[in-house]
């Protein structure tokens, strides 16, 4: 089955500067690679996703790129804030029914 | 639209003692999906269910099984509950037609204890 690892497992950055979160993946045949943001107590929510036939793709401060080849993807967040602190989750997809397969998580913290 | 809802929020259960998670959506939904999540390992994927009479095991699925009751409900049930199936479990639902969307949304959530 599918293998997601990710890294780092925290993060703290300054407010302003910019936050990267790596992920590799095993399977070749994954094909969407979602990005998720959870805040403490609440639920996973989608904030960014790319499909392998795109290599990068940015909404706002936001960016994921896709290298597949080396089976890897990452998180770019440009000009902290301090609402972005949450753990975020990257995800591979694969089989019929579109299972996810989650990395185990970063805890990014931004410092005011 | 509410969508994705789960019942109960909280839960105490002792050990050897049975409980189901109730879940449902309202966005037509083919997929739906059954999660546990445990301090520093993501999420885990219990069961699933690609579409309405349709269920499949995930990657942790001992213990546990599930119902997939219409297309708007699917429910996981714990025979005898053990400590470790301390968690917080969250159900998700997302359309599997290929080409579509894959966006899973995910409910609120249940805490569950078993001491």
């Known amino acids: 089955g599918e293998n997601v690892e990710q890294h780092p497992s925290t993060l703290s950055v300054q407010e302003g500067d910019s936050a990267v979160i790596k992920c590799t993946y095993s399977?070749?045949?994954?094909?969407?690679f979602p990005w998720y943001k959870q805040e403490l107590g609440k639920r996973p929510q989608l904030i960014i996703d790319?499909?392998?036939?795109?290599g990068e793709k940015k909404d706002q401060r936001i960016a994921v790129t896709l290298n597949k080849t080396a089976k890897h993807f990452s998180l770019h967040i440009t000009e902290t804030q301090p609402e972005d602190s949450a753990v975020y989750f990257c995800?591979?997809?694969?089989?019929?029914?579109?299972?996810?397969?989650f990395g185990s998580g970063t805890q990014l913290t931004v410092l005011p | 639209n509410a969508g994705v809802t789960q019942t109960p929020k909280f839960q105490v259960l002792k050990t050897g003692q049975s409980m189901t998670l109730q879940c449902a959506q309202d966005?037509?939904?083919?997929?739906m999906y059954w999660y546990r999540q445990d301090p520093g390992m993501g999420l885990r994927l219990i069961y699933y269910?690609?579409?309405?009479?349709?269920?499949d095991k995930g990657e942790v699925p001992n213990g546990y099984n599930v119902s997939r009751l219409n297309k708007r409900e699917f429910s996981l049930r714990l025979e005898s509950a053990a400590p470790s199936q301390t968690s917080v479990y969250f159900c998700?639902?997302?359309?599997?037609?290929?080409?579509?969307?894959?966006?899973?949304?995910f409910g609120p959530g249940t805490r569950l204890t078993v001491t």
């Open positions: 998700a639902s997302s359309e599997s037609v290929s080409g579509g969307t894959y966006e899973q949304y």
């Open positions: 399977d070749s045949a994954s094909n969407y």
């Open positions: 790319i499909r392998s036939n795109v």
């Open positions: 995800a591979a997809i694969t089989g019929s029914a579109r299972q996810l397969t």
């Open positions: 966005m037509n939904h083919n997929s």
């Open positions: 269910s690609a579409s309405e009479g349709t269920t």
